[in-house]
T-cell receptor, first 115, second 109 residues
Framework: DSGVTQTPKHLITATGQRVTLRCSPR?????VYWYQQSLDQGLQFLIQ???????AKGNILERFSAQQFPDLHSELNLSSLELGDSALYFC??????????????FGPGTRLTVT | GQQLNQSPQSMFIQEGEDVSMNCTSS?????WLWYKQDPGEGPVLLIA?????ELTSNGRLTAQFGITRKDSFLNISASIPSDVGIYFC?????????FGTGTRLTIIP
């Protein structure tokens, strides 16, 4: 158990809908990262938050947005869903992004299926 | 998005065999991490490397940070059935981790 929690575990929704994925980082970690993993693919970095503020952006679509709240949990919002958005979405956390250790610890993921 | 090149893409080995895989990049990284992912689960951190030339072990796993800082290697000795899964390398430049394409390890009975 990495200490990172994600809910829900599974999500099935229809095209055009909007969903929210939730992540709670490990206790004491200030940085949260979101990744997308499509079937048999690698991990694509979406976005990073540090202590409530956006820190870095990857290949995140404009239909997707995220935020990190004062209690450090984070939510990833996916809107106008398309079939191609079906994937595993992982959250990871780390202590601070600039100081060692740089290790990111991953949650169990949310499997999103868009029908 | 940018990804590191991992090789081999897949490996089929017998239990008890040693395994070697590597990761290469066109960019220099100051940290290399190795993760293992089981189907439908999140990646689990295996080894972290912080210094060029560093050799670090975690049980039967040994990883090395290449001298050029553009590559890293992971070896698994005496493989066992629970080693099955996908192994990802990840390099850290600034604050972002860039992940490799993965090596899928299968153990043949």
């Amino acid at each position: 158990d990495s200490g990172v929690t994600q809910t829900p575990k599974h999500l099935i929704t229809a095209t055009g809908q909007r969903v929210t994925l939730r992540c709670s980082p490990r206790s004491g970690d200030l940085s949260v990262y979101w990744y997308q993993q499509s079937l048999d693919q690698g991990l694509q970095f979406l976005i990073q938050y540090y202590n409530g503020e956006e820190r870095a952006k990857g290949n995140i679509l404009e239909r997707f947005s995220a935020q990190q709240f004062p209690d450090l949990h984070s939510e990833l919002n996916l809107s106008s869903l398309e079939l191609g958005d079906s994937a595993l979405y992982f959250c990871a956390s780390s202590a601070t992004p600039r100081l060692a250790p740089y290790e990111q610890y991953f949650g169990p993921g949310t499997r999103l299926t868009v029908t | 998005g940018q990804q590191l090149n991992q090789s081999p893409q897949s490996m089929f080995i017998q239990e008890g065999e040693d395994v070697s895989m590597n990761c290469t990049s066109s960019s220099i990284f100051n940290t290399w991490l190795w993760y293992k992912q089981d189907p439908g689960e999140g990646p689990v951190l295996l080894i972290a490397l912080y210094k060029a030339g560093e050799l670090t072990s975690n049980g039967r796993l040994t990883a090395q940070f290449g001298i050029t800082r553009k590559d890293s290697f992971l070896n698994i000795s005496a493989s066992i059935p629970s080693d099955v899964g996908i192994y990802f390398c990840a390099g850290k430049g600034n604050e972002k981790l860039t992940f490799g394409t993965g090596t899928r390890l299968t153990i043949i009975p």
